[in-house]
């Protein structure tokens, strides 16, 4: 069985710039999750879907970030612009009909 | 407000030894907690999880007990092995989200 994929695995840009990260979710997994991981912390959690529908975005800075499922299966996250403080792994994760959530390998963002 | 903490930042220990991970949360409201491992440049890997019904879970080598009076659990690791070096978060959720709350991690080392 497949993983969770993300892409890109590593992104530099400059503040004030825009970057987009894809994520496709484990096969049958109606769940999908995106976190932020910031350097010493543990996963925060930004965004969750229920198919192509949101069920938390209450932490999503909603005025920069921006994530879309339009079909239900993978799933695309953006900031625009970017701040120095999004430095951080962003992480894709999916789960079933379990508790248990899957992690890709996550997206480590650089901003200069 | 840091619902799960994980008060060991790290944590070093023999090979062959046991390894014992803390974790304390404020949120009466959890009820199921997960453990998950980090290797560098990876996404978290699902260990183990417990149930707030239960105070006890074994997978192999691997076993979480939970105290809900003191609102702490624990990951014993018997026998520890170099492989097992990596950072290990502790997780939980309440009873009316699918929403996993963090630990900041414990780093262990396994030395031989």
């Known amino acids: 069985e497949a993983g969770v994929a993300q892409s890109p695995r590593y992104k530099i840009i400059e503040k004030r710039q825009s970057v987009a990260f894809w994520c496709n979710p484990i096969?049958?997994?109606?769940?999908l999750y995106w976190y932020q991981q910031i350097l010493g912390q543990g996963p925060k959690l930004l965004i969750q879907?229920?198919?192509?529908?949101?069920?938390?975005d209450s932490q999503l800075p909603k005025d920069r970030f921006s994530a879309e499922r339009l079909k239900g299966v993978d799933s695309t996250l953006k900031i625009q612009p970017a701040k120095l403080e999004d430095s951080a792994v962003y992480l894709c994760?999916?789960?079933?009909?379990?508790?248990?959530?899957?992690f890709g390998p996550g997206t480590r963002l650089t901003v200069t | 407000d840091q619902q799960v903490k994980q008060n060991s930042p790290s944590l070093s220990v023999q090979e062959g030894r046991i390894s014992i991970l803390n974790c304390d949360y404020t949120?009466?409201?959890?009820?199921?907690f997960l453990w998950y491992k980090k290797y560098p440049a990876e996404g978290p890997t699902f260990l183990i999880s417990i149930s707030s019904i239960k105070d006890k879970n074994e997978d192999g080598r691997f076993t979480v007990f939970l105290n809900k009076s003191a609102k702490h659990l624990s990951l014993h690791i018997v026998p520890s092995q170099p492989g097992d070096s990596a950072v290990y978060f502790c997780a939980a959720k309440s009873y009316n989200t699918d929403k996993l709350i963090f630990g900041t991690g414990t780093r262990l080392q396994v030395f031989p």
């Open positions: 096969s049958g997994h109606a769940t």
């Open positions: 994760a999916s789960s079933g009909l379990t508790y248990e959530q899957y």
């Open positions: 949120n009466s409201m959890f009820d199921y």
């Open positions: 879907f229920q198919n192509n529908g949101v069920v938390d």
